[in-house]
């Protein structure tokens, strides 16, 4: 299974495989140029990325594809600039790489194919690149979009969906939307039976991706973001510091803050 994600720091597809990394708690890295120099400013000291002696783009490339199991290249179009560097210097070192062209297909083949370029290569820590926002726009939602997918295609090949799907909370419930978080986390206390809170707060870290696969439909639905629910949208963009978040994200929002808070209560069950 896949362990780490690195990239380079830049705009674009670099920061949303950064972002994907941290949203399902998967472990993050990769080399950034001296300064964190990105082309919207210095790179958030939240994603955990080592700086290079050089401010030269050039040195965090070929860095990041030495210290890679594998790289996919996401682009539309024709690759230019640091994508194709990356792309010469995967062949030159011999690393594998895919290059994946979003003119050619829909983000779901695209997540199919790099699911199977992990899997026959055996990549624990996958490189992700392409091209910056600014020359791609939209390129973030769609390496984004890509990347999750392709978690969710690794994760049902567990066959943990099944196994798992047992602690689902059923119906009926009363038709209540909270306005902010805090609100939701005593909602999902209530409806959640305890056996369901216990295998939650059980659940470790690195295993968010199962939670949230599992609960995304079941909290979408029962916190009223089906139905546009604006103001805990706007709570879990505030809480994550995004305002760009959106209603996948804000579930996770609530799915991490609710699990910390399991977290805590099952450890004072056990102490008492």
């Avoid at 070929?62 to 640091?82: A, C, E, W, Y």
């Avoid at 297909?105 to 699911?115: N, R, Y």
Wanted: proline fraction near 3%; charge should be negative.
């Amino acid at each position: 299974m896949l362990a780490k994600i690195i990239s380079g720091g830049q705009t674009g597809a670099d920061r949303a495989a950064l972002d994907v990394a941290v949203k399902f708690n998967i472990d993050h890295g990769g080399w950034v140029p001296r300064g964190r120099r990105t082309e919207d400013g210095p790179l958030k000291r939240k994603y955990r990325l080592t700086e290079t002696q050089t401010d030269d783009y050039r040195e965090r490339t070929k860095l990041n594809v030495m210290d890679s199991q594998g790289t996919v290249i996401i682009s539309r179009g024709d690759l230019t600039g640091g994508s194709k560097l990356t792309q010469t210097v995967a062949k030159q070192v011999g690393r594998p790489h895919c290059v994946i062209d979003l003119f050619n297909f829909e983000e779901f083949e695209a997540a199919v194919i790099l699911k199977s370029f992990i899997l026959e290569n055996q990549i624990q820590v996958l490189n992700v690149a392409g091209p910056r926002q600014s020359s791609v726009p939209g390129i973030y939602a769609d390496v984004k979009t890509v990347l999750e997918v392709m978690l969710y295609l690794l994760f049902l090949d567990t066959r943990k969906d099944k196994e798992i799907r047992s602690y689902l909370p059923s119906g009926p419930f009363r038709e209540e939307f909270p306005q902010e978080l805090n609100a939701c986390m005593d909602l999902l206390y209530r409806d959640i039976p305890l056996r369901t809170r216990i295998f939650i707060a059980r659940t470790g870290q690195t295993e968010i991706l199962a939670l949230y696969f599992l609960f995304l439909d079941y909290i979408r639905h029962r916190v009223g973001f089906d139905t546009e629910n604006k103001s805990l949208l706007q709570d879990c963009a505030e809480s994550m510091g995004d305002t760009d978040c959106g209603i996948e994200d804000a579930v996770m929002v609530i799915l991490k803050q609710f699990k910390h808070e399991l977290e805590n209560d099952h450890i004072l069950r056990v102490i008492q």
